[in-house]
């Protein structure tokens, strides 16, 4: 900010050097600030023609509010009907996977992060997550995706404004306009997905399932992988296996 405000200085300054008739003195038409003022070969001042608000302005900072999406989690879980089979949700044995396939965010350190989290929440509904390379009865299956909801905003001048200049019966003024953004453009806006479903191994039948997304500015050091893991599984897992019915048509259920 002191950068930018000594280069709006610079240019402010060159600008009421390059008149002829201005100098710094005594008002002697008392126009100016008390005890010192500026004025022109002409006797004009601040306060005289030339020099309205219009003519120059005041240096202005912009600023920008955060989009409200950023942080924001989004829940939808789903249950099925069969009382018997879901009877042993929330308890016993349980294997975790990840899918894979179109829009699916596989990298590997992401995918590590997701797992871990996952398996968390699960121990914490209860279930057994001891024998991971066992076979189970249950097994969970994961998908992570992501959406760029909004592209990254390109580079600007961090100082911009206008120059203007009047000529009048007391002589020419000056006055000059800036714009003083030090904001760093911003990186894309992308929503991240964890999809999650825990089947019978057996009949392959789909017991629960649910999905969570949150909004996040890519790279930004606030949301690594784990902290949009950790969230995303805790949003999914709050009060397992409490979720909504699916219905035998499949209404109440969005892919």
């Known amino acids: 900010m002191l950068k930018a405000a ?7 300054a060159s600008l009421l050097g390059s008149s002829a008739q201005a100098q710094w003195g005594p008002d002697p038409v008392g126009s100016g600030p008390v005890g010192s003022g500026w004025r022109d070969g002409y006797g004009s001042g601040w306060g005289r023609p030339g020099w309205g608000g219009s003519m120059l302005d005041s240096q202005r900072v912009q ?6 999406r950023e942080g924001h989690v989004e829940v939808s879980r789903f249950v099925s009907p069969d009382a018997a089979a879901t009877a042993e949700l929330g308890h016993g044995p349980v294997s975790v996977e990840s899918e894979s396939g179109d829009g699916a965010w596989v990298e590997a350190g992401a995918r590590r992060a997701y797992e871990a989290a996952i398996i968390d929440a699960l121990v914490g509904a209860g279930y ?7 076979p189970q009865p249950q097994i969970t299956k994961l ?11 390109e580079k600007r001048s961090p100082v911009s404004g206008t120059a203007a200049m ?3 019966t007391y002589g020419q003024a000056y006055g000059l306009g800036i714009n003083i953004d030090m904001t760093k453009p911003r990186s ?5 997905r964890l999809d999650a479903r825990i089947l019978d191994r057996a009949s392959g039948k789909v017991l629960w399932e649910g999905y969570a997304t949150i909004a996040t500015r890519e790279g930004d050091d606030k949301w ?14 709050d009060n397992f296996p409490k979720a909504d019915q699916i219905e035998p048509d499949g209404v109440g259920r969005e892919g």
């Open 6 to 12: 000594g280069i709006a200085a610079g240019i402010a």
């Open 63 to 68: 600023t920008r509010s955060k989009d409200s």
């Open 128 to 134: 057994d997550t001891l024998h991971p390379d066992t």
């Open 143 to 153: 998908r992570i995706s992501r959406q760029v909801l909004s592209p990254a905003e």
């Open 166 to 168: 009047e000529v009048g």
């Open 188 to 192: 894309a806006l992308v929503s991240t």
């Open 224 to 237: 690594p992988d784990g902290m949009i893991a950790t969230k995303l599984a805790g949003a999914l897992f």
